[in-house]
């Protein structure tokens, strides 16, 4: 035989008295949330920055390569 529970509809003083809990809980969860996003955006600029200085290397070394093509290089040069 199963019984089942049915729970009670909270009274107007039970909830009268939670809230004070849930708003608690609602604005620590906002706290950590906005903690969480500065984090975010912290890891954002970091990335940023660092494709910043990639691109920067990538650059002067497609100049350098291109310098050196314009030099030449007689080290491979066998004709002689």
């Known amino acids: 035989m199963s019984t089942s529970k049915t729970e009670q ?25 906005n903690v969480l996003i500065k984090q975010s955006a912290e890891k954002e600029q970091t990335m940023l920055r660092l494709l910043d200085q990639h691109d920067e290397i990538l650059n002067e070394l497609i100049e350098q390569q291109d310098d050196d093509e314009q030099v030449g290089s007689t080290f491979l040069d066998m004709d002689d």
């Open 9 to 33: 509809p909270k009274q107007p003083d039970e909830l009268k008295n939670s809230l004070p809990d849930l708003v608690a809980l609602m604005t620590k969860l906002v706290e950590q949330n």
